[in-house]
């Protein structure tokens, strides 16, 4: 066998392997449905309250914290969202917090406005939750229970949460994060409760999962393909993931209050300071996340560009959280080598693993055109099997966006044929989607990795039209 015949098979055999990994998608699903989402049930507030007394313990108290800074398109309709949650008012506080900069810059309207509208909204309405309002200041040293400096301090979101966490209720039992655009379930405190309440451990973290579907039709066709994803890795992935890894997301989080102040709040220098404190919060506390079938909806950023600078800060931040872990001092040795091995198996490994996936049918093309692989017979079998990987390729895209459909802001009957149509450039979505990753590592080898937060921009959403929650 020649040398070109060797490459041939050899590539046959990667895309075949890749295909397997593929299929660890409905290995997933299985794990989650089983595990998660077929024992979700209905709990009504008169079980919580029976399983309190039960318990012998109170019914906890609610701090919603959403950090907002020029967010004044969407953030009216999340207050209105969350002032909906299904929980005792006066078991529950929404914090919104917003940046001192952004008055500064003149804007004809602002989230400050938008907010303290709300607030005198709130005051008229017979039953509504405590909302409150506080500003960080453009000096603020980002730290939990810091202070001002008297110069100005980069804005990033771990540090608006330090502020906010300032100004929680004395009685405040669980802390929950959403973000500016955050839609959840309308039961999901009704269901951290019940878990809180059932619990016998300490320091308790909760994460469910987020669907950055809303948006859909404003998006790009890249960006689309992104969403769908997402969603499904949140739905059937994550649950497994978060078995692996003290894996936190920055929304759709809740954590016990007690646990936040004695740790310190956020580092509010990390990129991702959601992925931090879930490390830093077992490496110090051994306080493990645990995954919750309620879901939130949010956006995805609208264009590539957008998309494109939003998973580079993520995949730094991962690089960044390992480089702070892996020589830390004051931690138990073999925990932290054990988390270290597994955030680079889940980040830099399996990023380059990815990009390679989607280089092999191209590389395989081009190397045909210029004579320097040689195509060897195949059993016709293999063959037909081997040309069935495209079509399952977009049947299953095709599945999840009706999957996910339910959660999106409908847009008519032109939108959705649309969308149908750009879903066929799966295969570029294929190869760009992972490339901010691979940049991530590409950047970071040559010290030019994002060093500052950046914020990721909005879509303006109707609000008229609210997206159907499915029951899983």
């Known amino acids: 066998m020649t040398l070109p015949e060797k490459i041939y098979l050899f590539s046959v055999g990667l895309y075949i392997f890749f295909f397997l990994l593929f299929l660890r998608y409905f290995l997933w699903q299985h794990y989650a449905k089983k595990h998660y989402w077929s024992r979700r049930r209905l709990i009504t507030l008169f079980e919580l309250k029976k399983l309190a007394r039960e318990k012998q313990k109170k019914l906890p108290m609610f701090s919603i914290l959403v950090p907002a800074r020029e967010e004044a398109e969407v953030i009216g309709q999340t207050i209105e969202h969350l002032a909906r949650l299904n929980y005792p008012h006066h078991l529950l506080e929404i914090i919104v917090i917003t940046d001192e900069k952004e008055l500064q810059k003149g804007e004809p309207v602002t989230t400050q406005q938008v907010v303290e509208a709300k607030i005198r909204e709130f005051r008229k309405r017979k039953s509504a939750p405590i909302l409150k309002h506080v500003i960080v200041p453009y000096d603020f040293d980002g730290y939990f229970g810091g202070t001002c400096t008297g110069s100005a301090v980069p804005s990033t979101k771990g540090r608006a949460l330090n502020y906010g966490l300032s100004f929680i209720d004395k009685n405040s039992d669980i802390c929950g994060f959403y973000d500016a655009e955050s839609h959840p379930e309308l039961d999901v405190l009704l269901y951290i409760a019940y878990r809180w309440l059932i619990s016998d451990k300490k320091d308790l973290i909760w994460q469910g999962p987020?669907?950055?579907?809303?948006?859909?039709?404003?998006?790009?066709?890249?960006?689309k393909i992104a969403s769908l994803y997402q969603a499904l890795a949140h739905e059937w992935y994550l649950p497994v993931l978060m078995r692996q890894l003290p894996f936190v997301g920055g929304t759709n989080l809740f954590i016990e209050s007690k646990l936040l102040k004695e740790i310190g709040g956020f580092d509010f220098n990390a990129l991702t300071e959601d992925l931090e404190i879930g490390v830093r919060a077992f490496l110090e506390r051994n306080a493990w996340p645990e995954y919750f079938p309620y879901v939130s909806t949010e956006q995805t950023p609208q264009s590539y560009r957008a998309f494109f600078r939003q998973r580079l800060r993520w995949a730094s931040g991962h690089i960044q959280v390992v480089e702070k872990f892996k020589d830390a001092s004051g931690y138990d040795n073999a925990k932290r080598n054990r988390i270290i091995r597994t955030l680079l198996l889940k980040g830099e490994v399996e990023w380059v693993l990815y990009q390679l996936a989607v280089l092999v049918p191209p590389t395989i093309l081009l190397l045909s055109l210029q004579g320097l692989i040689k195509p060897v017979m195949l059993p016709e079998f293999l063959q037909y099997i081997l040309k069935s990987f495209v079509f399952i390729?977009?049947?299953?895209?095709?599945?999840?966006?009706?999957?996910?459909?339910?959660?999106?802001?409908?847009?008519?009957?032109?939108?959705?044929?649309?969308?149908?149509?750009?879903?066929?450039?799966?295969?570029?979505?294929?190869?760009?989607?992972?490339?901010?990753?691979?940049?991530?590592?590409?950047?970071?080898?040559?010290?030019?990795?994002?060093?500052?937060?950046?914020?990721?921009?909005?879509?303006?959403?109707?609000?008229?039209?609210?997206?159907?929650?499915?029951s899983q």
């Open 210 to 223: 987020v669907f950055q579907v809303r948006n859909f039709f404003f998006l790009s066709p890249i960006t």
């Open 393 to 470: 390729y977009f049947g299953f895209t095709y599945y999840i966006y009706f999957r996910y459909s339910g959660y999106m802001k409908s847009r008519g009957l032109t939108k959705k044929l649309l969308a149908l149509i750009e879903l066929l450039i799966l295969p570029v979505a294929a190869f760009l989607l992972p490339l901010p990753y691979s940049c991530a590592i590409v950047l970071r080898s040559l010290n030019r990795q994002p060093k500052a937060w950046c914020k990721t921009p909005r879509t303006r959403e109707a609000t008229d039209i609210a997206p159907t929650m499915h």
